[in-house]
Structures are given as C-alpha cells and as structure tokens.
C-alpha cells in the first residue's frame, strides 16, 4: 500500500456522497518531523494539513471514479478551497464526507467537510466539523489539449482496489 | 437579465475561480492572457456559471476544443479560412475581428474575453 491517506470507506452513495476514516497514528513517521523537538519546546506531532487535502482528494476521487465505473482516470485538477480550524493530533480520527456538486465528461467538482472525533474514556467525541475542502477533478482522457496518455487506468492503482475491497465495495475494475 | 448585471456575476466568479481582484476584471480582459486563466480553469468556470446561471454549457462549448490542435484547421502557425468558419460555427459569442485581421493561432486565446463570456451567457439566457 503506497500513498493511502484513507483507511477505509464507510458510507457510498454512488455518484453522489462518500464518506471514508482515516485514524491518526504515532507510528506515522512524518508526524515524527511534523513538528520535531526544538532546543525550546518538545515535538509537536500534527497531521500535515497538505495530507488532510490529500485525504479528501482520495475521498472525493474514489467517489468521482466509481461514478463511471472507474473508466475514467480522474485527477486532481485543482484545489477551489480548503479551510481547516484545527489540528488533527495522533489517536484522533479524522472522518472525510465528499459530495459531488457536478458531474460532466469533462470532470467534476466536489464538496467536503472535514471532522475530527477524539478518543475519550467514554468512547468517541462527538464529530467536530474541522474544515471544508472543495475540489475540481479532470477526466484526464477528455482535456482540451486532446493529450493521449496510456491506456491503462493507472490512477486507480491496486491500492485503491484494496481499499475497497477492505470496505466491504466491490472493486471490479 | 441585463448585459451589466451578467457582468458583475461573471465577476464575481472570475474572482472566485482565478484569484484575481475586481478590478482586473474588465470587458476587455482576456481570460488566458491577462487573468492566467488555464485549461483546468475552463472547466471550473463552466460549473460555476451552470450554477449561478442554471443553464447547461457541453464541453467545448464556452471554449474550442481540438481545432486549434488540428492540422485540417491550422496551417504555419495561422488558423485557414476552414477553422475560423468552424469556430465561427461552435463558439459565435467571440468577437472575431482580431482574428480575421492576423489569424495566428496564438491570437484565439487573445479574443477570449470577459466581454465574449457575458456574450456567451446573455445568449444562452435568451435561448432559455
């Protein structure tokens, strides 16, 4: 498995909402760098809101790819906004909700919200709303430039099989 | 909807979509030229206008998509009388007076202004 910021998808409605989990480890070894120890202050570890977009890119992605079947090699085209208040710390989990807001052969746009729910001697937080991240995805196969690329769907890698497969979805692509 | 009242919603979505400030958003300013406008950024402000404005825009419809790549349609560097028709025919909200004077195929990117949008969109109201 390379490159997996979900951990695993809990709710699909096709061509309409995912929702998927990603849990915070102290294993992570980026966390370990993001923020080391200083002369003045011990480490920081934080989940790098870079991987939280990335998170959601792998959300909204899947969502938009198994719209078609995942005949469509779907890319991040562009990220229209992302906003997150506060930091996701080891042991929290983080709970990505994608919806499609449009859908053309051309590509699609996507909505998110990002939650964050902490573990508590009583269970689960409540889910806290942490951010919203709203994405534009391009069918790589229909850009205006009439670029050819390979074939093979190489977006969908088998990680992404995995993944689904691991979620209980089938992944028959 | 007045031509004025397209504009300033077109506006507000180039702003939105390119990070640019209001007032470089002028009639005259060409999308790709002087607002950095890109090929992904295309498709972005065709759903942004399908939803401010409810209508439906198909792919290659705001903007040509493939002609300009086409040796049928371009000859040295400068669009033949067949692809000026031919974009004439599938984007007719551009003003093409530039175009016809020096049609070099870099010159089809330069007449797509916030003016041929607001053409573009009032036209497609009225066919509503």
């Not at chain 1, 909402?17 to 102290?26: G, L, P, Y």
């Not at chain 1, 919203?132 to 196969?141: A, M, T």
């Not at chain 2, 397209?6 to 002087?34: M, P, R, S, W, Y």
């Not at chain 2, 705001?62 to 349609?73: K, M, N, R, S």
């Amino acid at each position: 498995m390379r490159w997996m910021w979900i951990d695993r998808i809990v709710e699909l409605m096709p061509k309409e909402r995912m929702v998927a989990v990603k849990q915070i480890s102290m294993a992570e070894e980026h966390l370990h760098d993001h923020f080391p120890s200083t002369d003045t202050r011990r480490a920081i570890p934080v989940m790098p809101m870079s991987l939280i977009v990335e998170g959601m890119a792998q959300t909204a992605g899947v969502l938009v790819g198994h719209a078609e079947g995942f005949k469509e090699k779907v890319v991040l085209a562009k990220v229209s906004k992302a906003q997150l208040t506060r930091d996701a710390t080891p042991g929290c989990t983080l709970r990505y909700t994608a919806t499609i807001e449009q859908f053309t052969s051309a590509g699609a746009s996507t909505k998110g919200i990002v939650e964050l729910i902490e573990p508590t001697a009583a269970g689960e937080s409540t889910p806290e709303v942490i951010g919203h991240i709203d994405l534009l995805f391009s069918h790589l196969d229909q850009n205006m430039g009439g670029v050819e690329y390979p074939k093979d769907n190489f977006v969908f890698s088998e990680s992404f099989k995995t993944l689904m497969q691991t979620s209980g979805i089938e992944a028959n692509f | 909807m007045e031509r004025s009242e397209i504009f300033d919603k077109i506006q507000e979505i180039l702003v939105d979509a390119l990070a640019v400030d209001d007032d470089e958003v002028t009639n005259e300013a060409t999308l790709i030229g002087d607002l950095g406008a890109e090929s992904i950024d295309i498709l972005d402000i065709s759903f942004k206008l399908e939803q401010e404005f409810g209508f439906k825009i198909a792919q290659g419809e705001l903007f040509p998509e493939g002609i300009t790549q086409d040796p049928e349609y371009v000859e040295d560097g400068k669009v033949t009388p067949k692809g000026l028709a031919l974009l004439k025919e599938r984007v007719p909200h551009f003003n093409f007076a530039q175009l016809e004077a020096d049609p070099s195929v870099e010159n089809v990117a330069k007449i797509f202004t916030v003016d041929a949008l607001v053409t573009f969109c009032d036209q497609k109201l009225q066919a509503a």
